[in-house]
């Protein structure tokens, strides 16, 4: 797995590349984690090359997102797509997680 | 209304039957749980889709045999036995372990799961996220068999001991009702 950042205006995009599962996940925690601890308000999960996920990677995305709103900050995921979207539908989730349909809306969301 | 669904605990199960069926037996190494899982599904016929998903559910389950059967314990052994074909996933999973003995228990935190997310209660849900125990670690999801329990929809089922579960997957065409002899 590898991460991504790209920042739009005052938004941080956070690109997941490759598996989110028992091996790499706890990744994206720690980057997350780093980020809020720098202050940074607004986050886009970009998930669109992310083909795997386990329940390794969901716990993560339950625990970012719920770190996140803890810390007043706010989270789109975007791009949820295949099997990751079925995980997570599996898991029950979807209308828990902020997920937005495109990247575009997500940061229009964020910065309104 | 759709009858609650719930990990079934009978040894006597049709679902423990494994005669005859495909068998690979690993050591309890979780580096290699989805290297494991891949070999297992490389079994399933070309035609079964979403095949990423398959070996995610049956990583799962070898990941849980792994860790909290056997404790990873290296000596110990994890038995995989499967059976495929275009319409159905059958596979079973043994450790060696003391068996899942909160199984009772993680039955009902289901269920209570499943109210809270019927009445889509955000506030009261985040306590079901994750069904925990004192072994548990920070890396375990402990959302695992709630995703298998709706995927394998033959049904989830432990033997007596609770060291062994057999679940069932029915693929595609009878969904729409309609058979289809041909």
Redesign the interface.
Known sequence: MEIKLKKYSSVYIVEVIGDM???SA?ELKNIVAKMLAKGIGLFVLDLAKV??????????L?HIY?TIKKAQKKLKIVNVH??VE??IR????T??FPIVPSLREAVAQLES | METEKEIIIDDNNALLQREGYFFKEFPSDIRQVRFFSMLIVQKAPPEIKEINLLEQQISELIKNAVRHGNKNDINKKVRVWADFSIDHAHVIVEDEGKGFQKLEEWNEFNKKRNECFASQNFEEMEKYFAFRTEESNENDGGNALFAALEYWDGGVVFNNKKNCIAVYKNFGKKKYGLELNR
């Open positions: 599962d028992l091996y706890f083909d795997y996920i386990d329940s390794s990677g969901i716990g993560v339950i719920s295949g099997s079925k995980v599996l898991t029950k989730l209308h828990y």
